[in-house]
Structures are given as C-alpha cells and as structure tokens.
C-alpha cells in the first residue's frame, strides 16, 4: 500500500542538499591539486578532530576497523594474546582482534545503556587474575592467552562508564581502546568519547554522524609515542621511505575524504543536537502514549550526552513491530540480531549462547527507529502514531 509519509532510516539526500555547494568546492580544490593521499586536507582534519575531542593526536586512516587494528597492533596486540570486549557491538571489534591472530574475549552488556558492564569486567578479571597471574601477566583459563587490552564500545552514540572501566584498567595495567565508532562528540563527564582510553577509534562510514563519501577513520591517543607508532603502522611501519622497523599496513585517509569531512564537521554538534530532540520527541511520544509497558525508550545514562547514532527501543514482539513499520513506509533496522557470541566464525571461542543474556536479549529485543536529524514533525508524529497503533491494535 501506497503511504503519503514516507521515513527511511537515513536520508542522506537531504544532508547532502544543505552542504552541496561546499561539498562540491572542497572535492574540486582536491582535484585540482591532484594531491590524493595523506596531504594537507587529512593534516587539517586531524588537528581539527583533535581540538573538537581536546586531544593532542590524531591519526587519519581508512576506516573505523583499521583504527582498531592499528591500535591493538601499536599496543603490541598478537598472537596468543587475548583483548576483553563486549559480544553486542558490531562485528569490527572482535573482527579485528581476530585479525591480529589474537582471541575476543567477552563480557556481558549492562541492559539499559547497552554498553560493557563494569561488574561483569570486574569479576572476570578478578577471577581470572587471582587464578592465573603469572610473571605478572594476566593469563586467560586453560587457553593460555595473556589479556592485553580492554575495548569498550561506545554504543548507539552514547559513552561506556569510563571511571568504573579506566579503575579496573590502572588496577590490572591494561590499556583502553575506547570503540568509538559510533560516538564522535558524546561526553563523558565533560571528556570527549575517544579521549579518555589510550587509543579513541572513529569510524567517518557515511551513515555515521560524521560521514565521508566512502570509507574512513580516526585514531586518537595522547601518547606521543602511540601516536608516532599508530603513523607508522598505517603505511606499512615504514620510518623513512621505504625503511621498514616493523611490519605494517595500507591504510590511509584519502584526501577528498579529508576534504569532505572538513565541510560537515562544523555542523557536526548541530546535527547531534537535531538528533536528540528527535529522541527526545520519541520517548516522550511513548511516555505520553501509555505503552510503556510494550516498549522502552533508550536510556540516557548520568554524566552523559548521548548524540543519538541510533535510537534504539527495546520492544515486545520486535519482528512483528518491524514488519508493521515496514507495511506503513517506516524503515527500521535491528542492531544487530545475532551477538557475537552466537556468530558461526567465533563458535570455535566455545562459549554458550547464554553466557551473556543481556547481549543475547538485546540481539532479540532491539529495534532502531530513523533518528535523523532532517527528520520533519509529520514524519516524527506518523512513526509513534504507528507504533501506539501496533499495540493498541
Ligand atoms: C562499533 C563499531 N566499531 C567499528 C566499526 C567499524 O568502522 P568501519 O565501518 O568504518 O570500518 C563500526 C562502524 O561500522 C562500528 O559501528
């Protein structure tokens, strides 16, 4: 059936026609410097993403999942080594732990905020440590890994508890790769996402808040060593042209990203805030409606500024919403439906689909809405009018 309100999940088309002039000048002016790679456009995005988080460092590389494996590989991240993340993020973290021929560790989410459970980091460690310290290294079980480094993920646009997890860090000395991916301009307790573990990652996917034109990261660090490393490391660990000391990759910003993320980032903070007024219309639309008892609004966490990458609900008969929502012209998405505790590729790390419950119920119960900032009001009100309808039906 034909709707006159249509609500995709992202409507980039309407972005793009507020910057199109300024998108267009800065790609020409690349072009016509015909300087592609690591120039004077990535130079000023990283001193510009550094000011905007208030770090020192900031390296441009290819994407968000290389900004993790840069990071873990600059943290001497290998094989036989073990890193504790979180199973309810998208696959790029554990991936590229894989990657480096080291094992994903988990622990479990705290449900209402969706990101890793300082308990739950806790009592692994505690356990693990008192059983296993040997020469001072954390050794994982029977597997023999040594832990290296703790990845929280900033998920959704909202930050991890970074005190509880930084206390924990310092008490079992294990650097922090703070997954920021999804995070670029939340705070916690007025410090950046991505600058308060050793290593901040950022990924500049298109749909992210701040999106290229293709694919794109960040490092950020306030280590003047790990940052001269993580340089190194993103164009094959090369110190002078074509003089290897370590073995690294490919994976450089390009410069018409560069150039295309300088013309969107002074409208980053005001595309957030349009972001969270659209969440909040949505959970006071729901408060209002009475369904509460069907449907929970994202949580904001204290000490927070959640920038709302994604407003996600957690819902009764989630598939049947989707597919309801989806007949009225309303595009949502399930971030993400299978934990990846439970992915066929880590099935081998032998863990049970109930080792991590609340990984596992957020996997089953989660629905994105479209939180993007150009929403309009008829397009907010015609998404809860839906949903109050789908339970009240
Ligand atoms: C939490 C998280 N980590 C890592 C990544 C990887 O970023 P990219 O897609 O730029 O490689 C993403 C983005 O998709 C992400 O959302």
Redesign the pocket.
């Known amino acids: 059936m034909e709707h006159t309100v249509k609500v995709p999940l992202l409507d980039l088309q309407a972005q793009y026609k507020t910057i199109q002039e300024d998108v267009h000048s800065a790609v020409s002016e690349v072009l016509e410097s015909q300087r592609f790679i690591l120039g004077d456009q990535v130079a000023s995005l990283e001193k510009e993403i550094a000011e905007f988080c208030n770090v020192p460092f900031a390296i441009g590389v290819a994407?968000?999942?290389?900004?993790?494996l840069i990071s873990l590989k600059a943290l001497g991240v290998g094989a036989g080594d073990a890193v504790v993340t979180v199973p309810y993020?998208?696959f790029?973290?554990a991936g590229a732990i894989s990657n480096l021929g080291a094992r994903p560790i988990f622990v479990d989410i705290e449900p209402r905020g969706f990101e890793m459970d300082p308990e739950k980091l806790d009592s692994f460690l505690s356990r693990e440590c008192r059983v296993r310290l040997k020469d001072n290294k954390l050794v994982h079980d029977a597997s023999g890994f040594v832990v290296k480094a703790i990845i929280p993920?900033h998920?959704f646009g909202q930050c991890t508890d970074m005190d509880e997890i930084s206390t924990l860090a310092q008490q079992y000395d294990l650097p922090i790769i703070e997954?920021a991916?999804?995070a670029l301009g939340a705070v916690y307790k007025g410090r950046a996402a991505g600058s308060i573990g050793d290593f901040g990652?950022f990924?500049?996917?298109p749909s992210?808040n701040l999106g290229g034109a293709g694919?794109?990261?960040m490092i950020l660090t306030s280590s003047e060593e790990l940052a001269t490393k993580a340089r190194f490391l993103r164009v094959h660990g090369e110190r002078d042209r074509y003089y290897h000391s370590i073995v690294g990759f490919n994976s450089r910003l390009d410069e018409i990203q560069a150039a295309v993320l300088r013309v969107k980032l002074p409208h980053l903070r005001a595309w957030s805030e349009a972001r969270c007024k659209n969440a909040e219309y949505y959970s006071h639309g729901i408060e209002a409606a009475g369904i509460s008892a069907f449907v929970t609004p994202p949580a904001i966490l204290p000490d927070r500024t959640h920038i709302f990458h994604q407003y996600v609900i957690r819902c009764e008969k989630r598939n049947d919403l989707q597919s309801y929502l989806n007949d009225k012209g309303i595009d949502t998405k399930v971030y993400y439906p299978v934990s990846l505790h439970e992915q066929d590729c880590f099935l081998s790390l032998d863990y049970n689909q109930d080792d991590f419950p609340h990984s596992h119920a957020a996997s089953k119960e989660t629905l994105a809405l479209p939180v993007y900032p150009e929403l309009t009001a008829e397009q907010k009100q015609y998404v809860v009018e839906s949903i109050v309808a789908f339970y009240g039906k």
């Open positions: 994407s968000g999942t290389d900004s993790l993020t998208f790029a973290t993920v998920l997954d991916c999804q990652c990924s500049f996917f992210k694919d794109g990261g």
